[in-house]
């Protein structure tokens, strides 16, 4: 396929949609469902947001090689019918309250959502290297989109005021999600050459991480990649906790203990009582969809137009700038309490998340190898998933432990890793070359 398909591309679009829709719209709210299946377990609720992106981190590389092997179709449809039984298995655990079964359907649901690499091979495969920004820009639009409607979705929870979660949104995901499998089996031609199929047998190979990490130019890419995320994830996991604040919690309406319905947010058992946000959860659910929809247009609109312009080296490079002055600002508006100076800085944050990831994936899939991009890009995915891991357990610790440090300890440390990221972009991009091109040392086309 020398271009993509209008059609396919809406495949591409709504099969990553489907993936960040899950995630958007069951991030915020954990917390409420796993005290309402009756536990308030700090540990326990981490393990369960942990829970998908480890899945990710651990399927994300086998289901590129799988696709690799068998092509990119097949793969994208096994993933989709995944999401389909494991949304609904989310809303028949809420029917059931069983804390288990939420977490059989978050396990299996990062398992089907990992085929989010092979949405980004698919990209690679139909888009020139010029296009190839672009290309993942759509797939960073889709992230954003999902990320936007998740929250929106994770909404139905509380139809009609109800304090008590529901199950819609497990069903509407699940609904969702079987649209797009019907659309993949009836508009998704294959993407792979059948010459460029791998003929590699293992497809849990822990050693292709090692083996990615020493090559010359991809190694710096994946750990850049990994820097950057991190310091995201930190800024991500733990706003809503900023978010809720722990005095002078608004009243929510239909709630019969409004100081603990207020709070419900907060994923461990102690407030922020030095926060000086008081959130409800609505308004918190609000929140995270104002960052995705600033992420859709952010790539959707700007990104992907400035991709056939500026090198993906200086894209990158700009958007690590914006998250830098983002932390910054971030740290000023809890020192002066100004709701209106945080949503700048998170506007900030996700203008520069939006610049730096198509950026990142796009040189990495420029300097992979065709045969291979499936298994790179999703070492690429691993890695990012590992990044969301290891976020929550930076950033949480160091912003609940209020009575010992500083409340915007988290955002300080986030400064200083994306500083690093600056660092590290700026050199991967110098010190590397398109696959099969000459080396060249500048931040232009040839990277």
Not at 30 to 59: C, E, K, P, W
Not at 205 to 215: E, H, I, K, Q, T
């Amino acid at each position: 396929m020398s271009e993509p398909r209008k059609g396919s591309l809406l495949v591409i679009f709504l099969a990553v949609f489907i993936d960040l829709l899950g995630f958007g719209m069951v991030l915020p709210l954990l917390a409420i469902y796993a005290r309402d299946f009756g536990t308030n377990n700090g540990m326990v609720i981490g393990l369960l947001v942990a829970s998908f992106s480890a899945m990710q981190f651990i399927f994300s590389p086998m289901w590129g090689r799988l696709s690799d092997r068998i092509g990119r179709r097949p793969v994208l449809m096994i993933g989709l019918a995944g999401s389909v039984i494991f949304y609904a298995l989310f809303g028949l655990a809420t029917v059931w309250k069983s804390l288990a079964w939420l977490f059989v359907s978050r396990i299996g649901a990062g398992i089907a959502g990992a085929t989010i690499t092979t949405a980004q091979a698919y990209i690679a495969d139909v888009t020139t290297l010029e296009n190839r920004g672009k290309g993942m820009a759509l797939v960073g639009a889709a992230f954003g989109l999902g990320f936007t409607f998740g929250p929106l979705f994770g909404g139905l929870a509380f139809l009609g005021n109800s304090a008590v979660p529901r199950p819609e949104p497990g069903y509407a995901a699940a609904l969702l999600s079987a649209c797009g499998l019907v659309f993949a089996y009836f508009m998704l031609p294959e993407s792979l050459n059948p010459d460029s199929k791998s003929a590699g047998k293992k497809l849990f190979d822990f050693g292709a991480l090692r083996v990615a990490l020493s090559m010359p130019s991809i190694g710096p890419l994946l750990l850049t990649l990994f820097v950057c995320i991190l310091a995201f994830a930190n800024f991500e996991t733990t706003l809503s906790l900023l978010l809720s604040g722990g005095k002078n919690d608004p009243v929510v309406a239909g709630s019969t203990d409004h100081k603990e319905e207020a709070g419900a947010m907060v994923p461990v058992e102690q407030r922020l009582e030095s926060s000086p946000f008081h959130f409800s959860p609505k308004q918190v659910l609000f929140t995270f969809s104002f960052i995705g929809f600033t992420l859709t247009v952010a790539q959707g609109l700007f990104v992907r137009r400035l991709l056939g312009v500026i090198s993906e080296g200086t894209m990158a490079a700009m958007g690590s700038v914006l998250d830098i002055l983002g932390f910054g600002a971030i740290i000023g508006a809890i020192q002066k309490g100004d709701v209106w100076i945080l949503f700048g800085a998170i506007t900030l944050m996700v203008f520069g998340f939006a610049m730096m990831m198509p950026s990142l994936n796009s040189l990495i899939s420029r300097r992979s190898d065709p045969a291979k991009q499936g298994s790179i890009l999703g070492i690429g995915q691993s890695v990012s998933a590992l990044a969301r891991i290891l976020g929550p357990m930076l950033g949480l610790p160091l912003l609940v432990q209020t009575a010992f440090l500083p409340i915007v300890l988290p955002y300080v440390v986030g400064a200083g890793l994306m500083a690093l990221g600056l660092i590290m972009i700026l050199t991967s991009a110098r010190s590397g070359h398109d696959f099969g091109a000459a080396p060249a040392g500048s931040l232009g086309p040839q990277h």
